[in-house]
Structure formats: structure tokens, C-alpha cells
């Protein structure tokens, strides 16, 4: 039988307390599991926002998912409506992603978005290509600019450097991680690159090797 994780999540403590919103996104996900024979294991996360990934009962999803096939006992992730799982397209198209990669599902009810399904994955692959149509965009208008300062003789350095906490979750999950497994997992919640890019196993060594730089320490961990 099908396993799939349900997703449930709230943004203030006075939804959590009342319990409405988490029962009505719990209804709506047990009657789409139900027509469709799936088994439904429970992840909640109350009184948190949608502006990022990094929730405590979500990563405890993803970090469930992320396993091997062979190996994992859970066969994707639904949620009653995408802003339950994320308020940001390009944070969400890093999930798709991911699950494309890792193949398993993702299932956002009020979109139509059900990646096990044909129609499912187009849906999701059109709004994949308007999260990389937008960073692309991004990027054209950026270059456009640092060109037209260079013309007017301004002095341009880097146009963005690494959020701190960005760079403090890296070295965390080095501590654990594989370089290809710290990229999965930061790309996972969302994080970037400074330059806006999807983080790879190259792109995390040479970050972990500046932070480290800057702190004067070179750990040995695991590559």
C-alpha cells in the first residue's frame, strides 16, 4: 500500500490552540487519501510561518523522505493546500526537484499538483519552469545593472554574499552530512547559493572552505 506523509501546518498559536485549521487540512488530506487506497502518516508543525523551509516537523519530513527507495517506508508528501508546505515558488520548486531526483511524490491538493500522476507532473513541471524563468530574469536584470554602474565608472564587488544563517546551517549539516547531502538538504529548504544558484557538492565545498577560512578553522569531515 501506498504511504504518503500528511502535511499539516498553522501559523499563530490561537489556530494551533483551537485546532480548526489543522483539523480541516486533516480532513481534506484523509478524503484524497481515501479515494485513492493511500495509508497517511502525520507531520505537524503549529504556530509556524511559510517563509521558509526550516520547520522543525518538516525537515523531519523531508529528512524521512530523503532516504534511499529501497530503504525508505514513506512513498511521498501531501498537503491540503500549498501554502501549508510553502508561500515561496521557487522554495517549492527546489522541493519538486528533489522529489523528481529521490522519486517520490508531491501532492498539493488545492493545486492540483500530484506528481504520482501525469497530469500531477506537468502541472508542477509548469511551475518549475516559472520559478526558473523568474530567477532568470533575476539575473538578467542584475548583470544589466552592474553593467551600466562599470559604464559609469563605479567599482562593483560581489553583488551578494552568503546570509549568515545560511552559512551556520551549511557547517551543521557537514557535520553529518555528505557534501552531496548537505547541497540536498539546503536546496530542500529553500537556501541558496550568494548568487541565487541551487547549492551542488562543488558549490558546498567551496563555501565550507570560505566559512572556515573566515573562522580560522579547517575541520576534516566527511566528503
Not at 526550516?54 to 523531508?62: G, K, N, V
Not at 515558488?89 to 526537484?97: A, E, P, T
Given at each position: 500500500m501506498t504511504t504518503m506523509i500528511g502535511y499539516l501546518r498553522v501559523s499563530t498559536e490561537e489556530q494551533a490552540n483551537s485546532g480548526l485549521g489543522l483539523e480541516s487540512q486533516r480532513d481534506t488530506?484523509?478524503?484524497?487519501?481515501?479515494?485513492?487506497?493511500?495509508?497517511?502518516?502525520?507531520?505537524?508543525?503549529?504556530?509556524?510561518?511559510?517563509?521558509?523551509?526550516?520547520?522543525?516537523?518538516?525537515?523531519?519530513?523531508?529528512?524521512?523522505?530523503?532516504?534511499?527507495?529501497?530503504?525508505?517506508?514513506?512513498?511521498?508528501?501531501?498537503?491540503?493546500?500549498?501554502?501549508?508546505?510553502?508561500?515561496?515558488?521557487?522554495?517549492?520548486?527546489?522541493?519538486?526537484?528533489?522529489?523528481?531526483?529521490?522519486?517520490?511524490?508531491?501532492?498539493?491538493?488545492?493545486?492540483?499538483?500530484?506528481?504520482?500522476?501525469?497530469?500531477?507532473?506537468?502541472?508542477?513541471?509548469?511551475?518549475?519552469s516559472v520559478a526558473e524563468w523568474e530567477r532568470e530574469v533575476i539575473g538578467e536584470r542584475t548583470s544589466a545593472a552592474m553593467q551600466a554602474a562599470k559604464r559609469q565608472g563605479k567599482h562593483m564587488g560581489r553583488v551578494s554574499a552568503l546570509p549568515r544563517g545560511t552559512g551556520d546551517r551549511l557547517l551543521t549539516l557537514r557535520a553529518t552530512h555528505t557534501l552531496a547531502g548537505t547541497a540536498w538538504q539546503l536546496n530542500a529548504e529553500g537556501l541558496t547559493t550568494a548568487t541565487g544558484a541551487a547549492w551542488t557538492s562543488n558549490s558546498v565545498c567551496k563555501a565550507q572552505h570560505r566559512l572556515n577560512a573566515r573562522q580560522g578553522t579547517e575541520p576534516a569531515l566527511a566528503a
Open positions: 488530506i484523509q478524503r484524497y487519501a481515501d479515494t485513492h487506497g493511500w495509508e497517511v502518516v502525520w507531520y505537524m508543525d503549529e504556530g509556524l510561518s511559510a517563509k521558509s523551509l526550516h520547520r522543525p516537523q518538516l525537515q523531519a519530513a523531508l529528512t524521512r523522505l530523503h532516504s534511499l527507495p529501497k530503504q525508505r517506508d514513506v512513498d511521498g508528501i501531501v498537503v491540503a493546500k500549498l501554502d501549508r508546505l510553502s508561500r515561496s515558488v521557487h522554495d517549492f520548486s527546489g522541493i519538486l526537484k528533489v522529489s523528481a531526483a529521490r522519486k517520490w511524490s508531491v501532492v498539493a491538493i488545492d493545486l492540483g499538483v500530484d506528481t504520482s500522476t501525469p497530469t500531477g507532473k506537468l502541472v508542477a513541471n509548469v511551475m518549475m
